[in-house]
């Protein structure tokens, strides 16, 4: 097949990649908006389905508030609302922004054992931590507002 644009297509391929990428994360990000736009406008975030369920605190309770405290340099904040997810989220990010940037390079991407490692402590934490902020003396673990 010739290729008439004059490009070799490398281009091409890494712009598609890009397109798959934020086409992939877009349902991701308009969650996140929608959420942090209910947040901003009724002071409370999309209510939790496990909690509303169940009344106990699910390991992720509290991360569309902790989001939004970030978004408004409320650290502390955002800590005491989710304090398992705000110690991981850096290291997250990392991890996805390298599988990212190593799929839109079209590289393939192994993960490395510190990273298996990371993610096994990680599930363990997180059952450990979505169990303990349910019992009376870890209530300090549950979201709560400063």
């Keep these: 097949m010739s290729n008439f644009s004059g490009s070799n297509g490398k281009g091409e391929k890494a712009g598609k990649r890009v397109v798959y990428t934020l086409l992939f994360l877009s349902p991701l990000f308009i969650f996140a908006l929608l959420n942090l736009l209910v947040l901003w406008r009724t002071g409370e975030g999309l209510p939790c389905t496990f909690y509303l369920f169940t009344g106990k ?72 931590f979505g169990i303990l902020r349910n019992l009376e003396p870890f209530s300090f673990l549950a979201p709560t507002e400063v």
């Design 57 to 128: 605190y699910c390991p992720s309770c509290g991360a569309g508030r902790m989001f939004y405290s970030i978004l408004s340099f409320r650290f502390y904040q955002a800590f005491r609302y989710n304090p398992l997810l705000f110690i991981s989220l850096p290291v997250l990010f990392m991890i996805l922004a390298r599988y990212i940037i190593s799929y839109i390079r079209g590289k393939r991407t192994v993960m490395t054992k510190l990273e298996f490692a990371f993610f096994i402590f990680l599930i363990i934490s997180f059952v450990l």
